[in-house]
C-alpha cells in the first residue's frame, strides 16, 4: 500500500535526482554584505540554497542563534530558492539530511584557500559525492569579515556599511 500520490512520486523524484541543492554553511556571527554577495552571485548555479548556521556547542558565539537566522531570512527574503536553517554536527552530515550535494564557501585570500583546501578535502574523504564550490570574493568585500564586524560593534561603531542593506543589528 503506497501512501504517495505520483505527484508526489515525481516531486521527490525531481529533489533527489535533478535538482541541485547546496549548502552554504557558516557562523554568520553577523552576516555581512560578503556573505550576501556569495549567494547572490551562486544563485544561477543551484536551483536551491540552503544558507546554514553551524551551532557549535562549545562555542556560544557573539550574537545570539536567533538572531543569526533572522537577520539571514530578512537578508534573503526577496530569494524563493534560498532558505535558512540551523545545524548542529558535521556539514557533510547536515547536506545529506537536506539532499544537498554541494556545498558552497567563499575565498578571501591565500590563507582562507589553505584552510578551506583541507576541510573540503576531508569532506570529499567523508563523502565522496558532495563537492565543495568555491567562489572568489569581490574585491570591495575582501576586507569584510564578520570578525571585525564584531570588533566595530563591540566599540559602539558603526556598521551598517559592512552588513546587508535590509537589517538593522
Ligand atoms: P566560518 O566560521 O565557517 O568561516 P563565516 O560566517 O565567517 O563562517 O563564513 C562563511 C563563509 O562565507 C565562508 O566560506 C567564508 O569564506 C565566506 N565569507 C566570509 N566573509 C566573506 C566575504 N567578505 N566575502 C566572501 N565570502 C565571505
Request: some cysteine.
Amino acid at each position: 500500500m503506497s501512501f504517495l500520490s505520483d505527484t508526489n512520486y515525481v516531486f521527490i523524484f525531481a529533489q533527489n535526482h535533478c535538482m541541485k541543492i547546496a549548502v552554504f554553511p557558516g557562523s554568520f556571527d553577523p552576516v555581512t554584505r560578503g556573505h550576501e554577495s556569495i549567494v547572490r552571485r551562486a544563485l544561477p548555479l543551484f536551483d536551491q540554497i540552503i544558507v546554514a548556521v553551524g551551532v557549535n556547542v562549545d562555542k556560544s558565539g557573539y550574537f545570539p542563534v536567533e538572531k543569526r537566522l533572522e537577520w539571514l531570512n530578512q537578508t534573503f527574503s526577496d530569494l524563493p530558492q534560498v532558505s535558512v536553517e540551523s545545524y548542529n554536527g558535521l556539514t557533510v552530515d547536515f547536506c545529506k539530511k537536506m539532499n544537498a550535494s554541494y556545498i558552497i564557501r567563499g575565498l578571501r585570500t591565500s590563507a582562507d584557500f589553505e584552510f578551506e583546501r583541507s576541510v573540503a578535502q576531508v569532506n570529499l574523504k567523508l563523502v565522496p559525492d558532495i563537492e565543495t564550490v568555491f567562489l572568489l570574493t569581490l574585491p570591495e568585500y575582501v576586507m569584510v569579515t564578520s570578525s571585525i564586524v564584531r570588533e566595530v560593534h563591540r566599540h559602539g561603531g558603526n556598521i551598517d556599511q559592512f552588513i546587508p542593506e535590509n537589517i538593522t543589528i
